[in-house]
């Protein structure tokens, strides 16, 4: 696994949500944050503000199906509401470069 896999995971499910929330996303990400999409590894906070803002309450659903994506994609045990999506990119990326094993 990769960084670009990380990123298609998010991808995947902005995708579901519809392109015009994706895109929402996208140009507050450059346009409000000065962020590249590619750049949200780095900065996953960032990533959740710009999610509460377009998404507003349904940021949380969002939020979740990015993580359960993730555990899927990864082999992570990242199930429930107790892990939360910044915690899922740092397991993810922990694991692209070998630090983690998943379980």
Same mark, same amino acid.
Do not use: H, W
């Given at each position: ?38 750049? *949200?590894? %780095?900065?996953?906070?960032? +990533?959740?503000?710009? &999610? ?7 940021? #949380?659903?969002? @939020?979740?199906?990015? *993580?359960? %994506?993730?555990?899927?994609? +990864?082999?992570?045990? &990242? ?7 910044? #915690?899922?990119? @740092? ?13």
């Amino acid at each position: 696994m990769e960084s670009f896999d990380l990123l298609k995971c998010i991808e995947k499910v902005l995708d579901d949500f519809g392109s015009n929330a994706k895109q929402s996303v996208y140009l507050n990400l450059v346009l409000r944050k000065g962020i590249p999409y590619e750049s *949200v590894l %780095e900065n996953p906070a960032v +990533f959740t503000t710009v &999610l509460r803002e377009v998404f507003d309450n349904s940021s #949380e659903i969002v @939020e979740r199906a990015i *993580v359960r %994506e993730i555990s899927t994609t +990864f082999g992570l045990n &990242l199930s429930g509401n107790s892990v939360a999506f910044q #915690e899922s990119i @740092e397991l993810a990326c922990k694991q692209i470069s070998g630090n983690v094993i998943p379980y």
